[in-house]
């Protein structure tokens, strides 16, 4: 017997019945189901800027932000739609190695793994808090709002598994990737809830870049990754 809408949200942790019997959304239902979760969560979105140099700073009367996005939706719309702002705005070298190779500044598999992570574990409590992408002409900064969960510290991220909201990642492993952006995860899921993720961040972009990423904690009430972006070897040297 095929359940009901309403029991299906309420297992789901989707929608809960108030006190009158009114199937109503949980956070989690507006935020994997709503097209706009801004309507009831106001900072329920992903603000994306790509700069021009270095710094978060105007240089003379060029303009010193290329691009700029605050993405929303769904959570798993969100994450596909800050990577490809990240591949859109990121430089693509050409390596004339034994023939041509393309050499892109940041891993994508990494950057999304660095995205599902950032929507599935922030603090959605924290007023005036938002995710935030920033891109520079040498790295990409993503802050997440929320300290880490449970007994877990920066260097163990790796190594250990906590999730603060779990009916989100219980949602978002059910999600599917789209056929026509496999390329950028090769995962059929949005998340495969193995705790795999941070490793393939800091693994992945170390071996791109050379430089290891970095997590840091600000003020115990955000997260910072920090991934350096790969330069063809001519300019390293």
């Not at 700069?51 to 993405?71: K, N, W």
Request: charged share 25%; aromatic share 6%.
């Amino acid at each position: 017997m095929q359940d009901s809408r309403e029991v299906l949200l309420d297992k789901l942790a989707m929608a809960r019945s108030d006190a009158d019997g009114a199937l109503r959304p949980t956070i989690t239902g507006v935020l994997m189901a709503s097209t706009d979760p801004r309507r009831w969560l106001p900072n329920a979105f992903i603000q994306a800027v790509a700069y021009r140099g270095t710094e978060v700073l105007p240089q003379g009367d060029t303009a010193y932000q290329l691009d700029a996005q605050d993405i929303t939706g769904p959570l798993n719309v969100q994450v596909l739609a800050a990577c490809h702002f990240v591949r859109k705005n990121m430089q693509v070298y050409a390596i004339k190695d034994e023939g041509r190779r393309d050499l892109p500044q940041y891993d994508m598999t990494a950057v999304f793994e660095a995205l599902v992570n950032a929507v599935a574990h922030r603090d959605y409590s924290i007023h005036g808090a938002k995710i935030r992408l920033r891109m520079f002409a040498d790295r990409l900064e993503l802050y997440s709002p929320g300290a880490i969960p449970n007994t877990m510290t920066v260097d163990s991220l790796p190594y250990r598994q906590a999730a603060r909201n779990e009916a989100i990642t219980s949602l978002l492993a059910k999600c599917q990737v789209p056929a026509a952006d496999k390329a950028i995860t090769g995962r059929g899921a949005m998340m495969d809830k193995r705790g795999e993720g941070v490793q393939i961040i800091l693994d992945q972009s170390e071996r791109l870049s050379g430089r290891r990423p970095v997590y840091r904690l600000i003020d115990d009430s955000e997260l910072l990754l920090v991934i350096p972006a790969a330069v063809p070897p001519e300019a390293d040297e």
